[in-house]
């Protein structure tokens, strides 16, 4: 049986041992906590058992545990300047027995596992379980979903992977749009702007893997919050992130109404 409250009271224990004043640590914290909340929520509408909604609830409470060493030893949350957050995530609850600090029972153990480990790859591995699998899926959706929140509630300035005094002034790469509109979820590799990297989080619409996850995209409205926040006063980009919006919200409507 999974005690979520004990959970969480452990966390918070683990946590008090990083830099809590430090803004990046407490927009984790935020961060994690409203994933925990999503992926409960997702498991909700799935009409999950509360004992799986609990579950999905610890797994997002635990998915991003890895970024407090990661900030600490490379002072970044960017895993392509230092490691793979995920990777590290599972080393720490599984290397040394944590997670028995988190749930006393044993059978969760690959599922949690799994579902960590898989939150932030490109494609989920194969090969996985059915609940390994489903559980997968909900982390991911939850993490994604709450990441707009994250751009919407904070200065665009600190989200954007590009340094820059004034994302608006940036201009959209037309291959990013181009493959926007192929409705498939774009990758960061050859960004050139901070804009392409806003359009890489909108994409995040294509892997979504629950009609729920776009219910609330849409009920958030979500992605027009996101491109008005970007206030691009370049014409071209202007319209870009117009059509961008127009294809995302026709996507998302097309798969709630089938």
Do not use: W
């Amino acid at each position: 049986m999974i005690d979520i409250v004990k959970a969480k009271n452990y966390f918070k224990e683990y946590v008090s041992n990083y830099d809590t004043s430090d803004s990046r640590v407490k927009l984790k914290i935020v961060h994690i906590n409203h994933v925990s909340e999503n992926a409960k929520q997702i498991a909700k509408f799935l009409n999950l058992s509360q004992e799986e909604q609990n579950l999905a609830e610890l797994i997002g409470l635990l998915h991003d545990i890895g970024r407090f060493e990661q900030l600490r030893i490379y002072g970044t949350f960017a895993d392509k300047d230092s490691i793979n957050h995920a990777e590290k995530a599972v080393e720490i609850l599984f290397e040394n027995n944590l997670i028995r600090k988190f749930v006393e029972d044993e059978k969760y153990d690959s599922i949690i596992y799994k579902a960590i480990k898989n939150h932030n790859t490109i494609k989920i591995e194969e090969g996985l379980s059915k609940q390994e699998l489903l559980h997968s899926k909900i982390i991911r959706d939850a993490d994604k979903l709450d990441i707009y929140r994250v751009l919407l509630e904070n200065k665009l300035e600190d989200c954007v992977h590009i340094k820059t005094n004034d994302v608006s002034k940036e201009i959209i790469s037309p291959e990013y749009f181009n493959d926007f509109s192929k409705q498939q979820l774009l990758l960061y590799e050859n960004i050139k702007s901070n804009i392409d990297f806003l359009v890489v989080i909108i994409s995040y619409i294509y892997d979504l893997n629950f009609i729920e996850t776009l219910k609330l995209v849409k009920e958030k409205d979500y992605i027009r919050k996101v491109i008005e926040k970007i206030d691009a006063k370049d014409e071209y980009t202007r319209e870009k992130l117009n059509e961008i919006n127009t294809m995302a919200m026709d996507y998302i409507n097309k798969k709630i109404n089938n």
